[in-house]
């Protein structure tokens, strides 16, 4: 038993072996970042340059990512679980257009193991929802997530769109990117208030907002 068996299961798109695997390495005490990072992620990016090079296909690379998802739920009690009183509530969702939402996932996750209230909004979203949501949940914060570079411009737009809420319509939130083809140059660009490259920094510059009094 080893986490190079749970990259292989993904590579196989083996579900059910992934999900008992990752069960297994937990059971053993393997540190959860190792699983994350070497077994599950990892096994992702091959399938992304596979795809890249057009030696694997679309159903392919959806079933490791439901292979991935079958090891995430594992995982998630052991992210999710805390006593910590909440610092804030953040809206987080994949811009529209946009449906992969592994990521954005774990970025929630790991917002509730620091005890954030979330509303994950899923995928697809169009910039009203994501104010709307703000709106009802009186939220600190709204996390944008997008995977393609067609993402970009959504970003941009929902972003602007926040902004004017917050000027018209008293809103007061700041708005977090995130997503490999997005970086702190872009989110500057586009007038987000940050960027963060994965989801542990995703929550350490949640938590800064909070404390800076937003
Ligand atoms: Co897609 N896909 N896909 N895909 N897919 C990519 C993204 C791609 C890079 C593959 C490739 O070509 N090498 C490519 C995008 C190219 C581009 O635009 N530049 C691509 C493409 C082209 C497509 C389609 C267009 C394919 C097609 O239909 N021809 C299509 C688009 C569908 C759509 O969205 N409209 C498509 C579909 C799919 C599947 C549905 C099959 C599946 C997604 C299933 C799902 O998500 N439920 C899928 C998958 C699995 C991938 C890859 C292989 C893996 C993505 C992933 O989950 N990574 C991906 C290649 C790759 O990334 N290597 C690829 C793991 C995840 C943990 O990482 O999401 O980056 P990531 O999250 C990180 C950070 O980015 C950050 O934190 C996380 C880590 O801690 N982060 C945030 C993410 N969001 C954040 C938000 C924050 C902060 C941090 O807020 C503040």
Do not use: W
């Amino acid at each position: 038993m080893s986490v190079q068996e749970i990259y292989d299961a993904v590579m196989e798109y083996e579900e059910e072996d992934v999900a008992e695997l990752v069960q297994a390495e937990v059971d053993a005490g393997t540190d959860v970042e190792k699983i994350l990072n070497e077994g599950l992620i990892n096994a992702l990016d091959v399938i992304g340059e596979k795809f890249s090079a057009g030696t694997l296909f679309v159903p392919e690379m959806l079933m490791a990512a439901e292979a991935v998802q079958a090891g995430l739920e594992i995982i998630r009690p052991l992210l999710v679980d805390t006593d910590i009183k909440s610092p804030g509530t953040v809206i987080l969702g994949t811009v529209k257009g946009d449906l992969h939402d592994i990521g954005k996932n774990l970025v929630g996750m790991m917002f509730e193991g620091a005890g954030f209230k979330l509303i994950d909004l899923g995928t697809d979203v169009d910039p009203e929802q994501f104010i709307t949501a703000a709106q009802e949940n009186d939220a600190q914060i709204i996390a944008l997530s997008g995977l393609l570079t067609t993402s970009m411009p959504e970003m941009e737009k929902t972003v602007a769109a926040i902004r004017k809420a917050n000027e018209t319509r008293n809103l007061n939130v700041k708005t977090m990117v995130g997503g490999p083809p997005v970086n702190a140059e872009f989110a500057t660009k586009i007038g987000a208030d940050g960027y963060s490259v994965d989801a542990p920094t995703a929550v350490d510059d949640a938590r800064a907002f909070i404390v800076a009094g937003i």
